[in-house]
């Protein structure tokens, strides 16, 4: 078996600052996710830990260590010295950077509903190592990609909503994005950097986006259709649709 995979890359041209993802069909039949590096390529796996593996046959690492903290918790009744030491801290955080290969590539590939499943258990790995790891340091170590992790939740979110044509939800979901990230900031003390943040002005530039281009309800436009009337002095036409206005009220 040849194990070169330069005729590979060959036909695969590396475009700096270019994210160039591919899915193709492995050797087992199951799809999988290629993504283009200059110096090669990764490949991963659509759905549990990206490289196949199962960590003390869980799914992932995540899982292995919450089923400690359950074991931890009903041998002592309660989730206190449950310790997540440096080491373990450590394997987490590959395990991490592997989800964000992932969720990069599924991004680059439009696959939103696999991002917003993969950001959201990197927070909860965050959360974890927030609440148990020993060391201070290490907790930095993940906290200080929340807010970027945050906003591609939300980016994920919202692409699933306005594919559904629901701008309801897409705004409330930016708002909420918006105020995790500024709560991340709050919780540190760091108020001052939140506004120059780039992940809130990404997410506030896109809510005034889609407040501009969110179709309006039959009330709006009626609403506005008064407006002009008034503005142009047409009393008896904003009269009628102030009266269509109050049967669609009920009032």
Known sequence: MMKDIQPILADWEFIPNN????????????????????????????????????????????????????EHQKKSGSDTKFPLNSDDCAELQRECIQYYHRYLSMFQLGEYESVERDTARNLRVFDLVKKYAINENDIWIFEQYRPYVIMMNTRAKIHISLKANNYKRALAQLSDGIENIRAFFDEHGQNHLADSSREIQFLENWLKEIQEKQPLTLVEKLKRQMDKAVENEDYEKAAVIRDELKKLLGT
């Open 19 to 70: 994210i160039s993802v591919r899915k193709i069909e492995g050797v087992d039949g199951s799809t999988k996710i290629q993504l283009r590096l200059d110096l090669g390529l990764l490949q991963m796996e659509t759905k549990g830990r990206p490289d196949g593996q199962r960590p003390f046959g869980y799914e992932s690492l995540l899982e292995y260590y919450n089923a400690l903290l359950l």
